[in-house]
């Protein structure tokens, strides 16, 4: 089983437009709106290649029952709990040109009560068989060592983590040795403390001393020089796929996914290295966070190369 965690969602709002001009007036060419946060977005993926998931975290307002009922007509399982307050609406704006401009709101306040809530349904899920995908940011209220608790949590009753976070929320998971990793290249940086663009050598590095955590999985994506693999006997890198893209929007959400659904699926290296670039690559050519479909991904697949560090 996947449990994605998305403790802040959002409607993501997508608008296209030619040029934005600040200060002035911006006609809108095209609007689309959908069910967003990064665990959620997980878990739209996952059930496009063909898997399932259940989406958890809070909810709150018109705006989190819009998601929840989306969610029920895609039959994606969710179990949020509800919060006061109202969930936030993400807003992108694309120009022509592929310069992105994002507008995140911060999203409700949590209570101490409510986090709670979550850890105990959290922990009712949590097995040998399960899988928790911790992603994104967290909203008013929340400790920023929350990944890491709930990790040790979930680790108490022989579940895996894989874990998607940035800054802080990143360095305080850690110590509790989350099962997978997926930072892009300059959270990694960040972690690691370097003030210029790392090499391939440095990268592969700071994945390796990961491990001493005991961190199973490092899966290190970097844009347009494609992505490392690091796991114990396998370490490769793969280069980015050659797509027509619209937006690198949710190219790191679809890779987490494709390494969950590889996971649950007991898929061999290699084709879970395929998987995660192929539904990254796929991503990019679709619209806000759509995830792409299946056939993308398994013709995309057939273009990996996988190359041995």
Known sequence: MIVTVTMNPAIDKT???????????NRIQKVEYDAGGKGINVSKTIQELGGTSVATGFLGGNAGRTIESV?????????FITVDGETRTNTKVFEQTGEVTELNEPGPMISDGQIGQ???KLEGYANAQTLFILAGSIPNGVDKGIYGEITRRVHAHGAKVLLDADGELFRNALDAGPDMIKPNRVELEEYAGFDYRAS?????ETAKSLKGKGIGTVAVSMGKSGAMFVRDGYEVK????TVRAHSTVGAGDAMVAALAYAWDQQL?????VRMCIATSAGAVTTIGTKPPTRALVDEL???VVIEKI
Not at 71 to 79: A, Y
Not at 238 to 241: E, I, K, N, V
Not at 268 to 272: H, S
């Open 118 to 120: 979550l850890m105990e």
């Open 301 to 303: 697949m057939e273009q």
């Open 238 to 241: 793969c280069p980015a796929l």
């Open 15 to 25: 608008v296209d437009i030619d040029r934005l001009q600040h200060g002035g007036l």
């Open 268 to 272: 061999d290296n290699e084709q879970t």
């Open 200 to 204: 391939v050598e440095e990268l592969l």
């Open 71 to 79: 969610l029920n007509e895609k039959g994606i399982q969710n179990d």
